[in-house]
């Protein structure tokens, strides 16, 4: 009865680690990467967002600087006949 018990205490022991040592692998393998991976990618998300933001800034004031230098320019230019290219309309 004796070495019954004792084989079983040695069984239960190596199902308890084998188990601890599953868990371990999980942890170490799984979770730990995933969460690593999830905060690096969210971080990149943010940093692309901002240069987005920052091109679409630089966009904008590139658009009004080019309508102000737009409106300073004389409206009233004087052409040539010559510079008109006569056309004829394709049926």
């Known amino acids: 009865m004796l070495l019954y018990l004792y084989?079983?205490?040695?069984?239960?022991?190596?199902?308890e680690l084998f188990i601890l040592y599953l868990i371990y692998k999980l942890v170490f393998d799984l979770i730990i990467p995933v969460a690593k991976t999830t905060k690096q990618v969210k971080k990149q998300f943010v940093d692309m967002n901002?240069?987005?933001?920052?091109?679409?800034?630089?966009?904008e004031e590139q658009q009004t600087n080019s309508y102000k230098t737009t409106t300073k320019t004389p409206t009233h230019t004087t052409t040539k006949r010559d510079?008109?290219?006569d056309f004829e309309e394709i049926k």
């Open 7 to 15: 084989n079983m205490n040695i069984f239960r022991l190596a199902f």
């Open 50 to 59: 901002a240069q987005m933001q920052e091109k679409m800034k630089q966009q």
């Open 83 to 85: 510079d008109y290219i």
